[in-house]
């Protein structure tokens, strides 16, 4: 069957199988950024924007989801540059081997939304679905914490 997406703001169409899930569809578009890490809602590793609102990509029939749009990470940097949680991460030393990355940002970019100034334990209990197995954590919500001010402050990009 065909469906179509709308995919970091473009149009796309796929050809998928009817027991396909979103991750298996976008990583064969070329979307890599959204991993592969457990395959069954544990890790948090493919979490991308449904139609707004975050979700493990290897939990979601695409069957479901013809005319939704869908963001990945790569659809976060805007014409000045890098998102803020894309450079707190990167300059606030959040990533390591980076395989956990774009589902974390994902999961933030989610929180940041409805929370605009959220508390470290807020920050802490959004990641409870995203593993880290390098950095413990620490650098990753500071770097949230830092672009949600940075965004409050009214950077985009
Ligand atoms: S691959 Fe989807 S939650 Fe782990
Ligand atoms: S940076 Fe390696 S798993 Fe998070």
Redesign the pocket.
């Known amino acids: 069957m065909k469906i179509t997406l709308t995919i970091d703001g473009k149009p796309s169409e796929a050809t998928i199988d009817p027991g396909e899930c979103l991750m298996d569809v976008l990583r064969r578009l070329g979307h890599t950024s959204v991993k592969n890490g457990c395959d069954r809602g544990d890790c948090g590793s493919c979490a991308v924007l449904l139609d707004g609102r975050a979700v493990n990509a290897c939990l979601v029939f695409a069957a479901q989801l013809d005319g939704a749009a869908i963001t990945t990470v790569e659809g976060l940097e805007g014409p000045g540059g890098l998102h803020p949680l894309q450079f707190t991460a990167l300059d606030g030393g959040a ?7 774009p589902g ?1 940002l994902m999961t933030a970019l989610d929180l940041l939304t409805d929370h605009p100034d959220p508390t470290e334990a807020e920050v802490r209990r959004a990641l409870a679905g995203s ?5 413990g954590y620490v650098k ?1 919500v500071a770097a949230i914490l830092t672009a949600a001010a940075l965004l409050r402050d009214g950077r985009r990009d």
């Open positions: 990533v390591q081997c980076g395989f956990c990355t974390i593993y880290c197995r390098c950095t990753p």
